[in-house]
């Protein structure tokens, strides 16, 4: 007797929660200050993810492209390495005075870097992973056909 005391207050407060998300007048549901929609079974499983995704990240990564440039008159180029957490992983020498280059369009990314030199460039960015960072690269030739940086998955640095 005692157990449904206390339980039939709860289960009170719950209905009543539940009730102030409906809107009586088109019996939706309507959370997070959002336009009122139905609520299909497709959506659940998008609400289930949301969810997920609200779990605490264990450590944010600190990545960041650390750039060595070699000037010189006749062909300058730089020394792309990577640094996540501290860690510095070297990637490749390209041609030009590399710089860091954020706007480069992509919407993930981390960070970004590239250089021109002679009518053409090379690039890298960077995204998160589950294992760590994977980083892409890219090249544009003034001569290109085609438009865009021609991206390749380059490498993936696990933490």
């Not at 102030?20 to 289930?48: A, E, G, H, M, W």
Request: with cysteine.
């Amino acid at each position: 007797m005692i157990k449904l005391r206390f339980l039939t207050p709860m289960i009170l407060c719950y209905l009543l929660i539940l009730l102030s998300c409906i809107d009586k007048n088109s019996k939706t549901v309507n959370s997070d200050k959002t336009p009122n929609k139905k609520i299909s079974k497709k959506d659940t499983s998008i609400i289930s993810k949301k969810e997920e995704s609200l779990q605490p990240i264990e450590e944010k990564l600190d990545v960041k492209f650390i750039i060595k440039s070699k000037y010189s008159e006749d062909m300058p180029s730089s020394d792309i390495s990577i640094s996540i957490n501290g860690k510095e992983t070297f990637l490749e020498t390209i041609l030009g005075d590399a710089t860091i280059q954020n706007d480069i369009g992509v919407k993930n990314s981390i960070t970004a870097c590239g250089g021109w030199w002679a009518g053409a460039g090379d690039y890298f960015y960077a995204i998160s992973s589950a294992k760590g960072v994977i980083v892409y690269k890219g090249w544009q030739d003034e001569q290109q056909e085609d438009s865009g940086y021609h991206w390749e998955k380059f490498k993936e640095i696990s933490q």
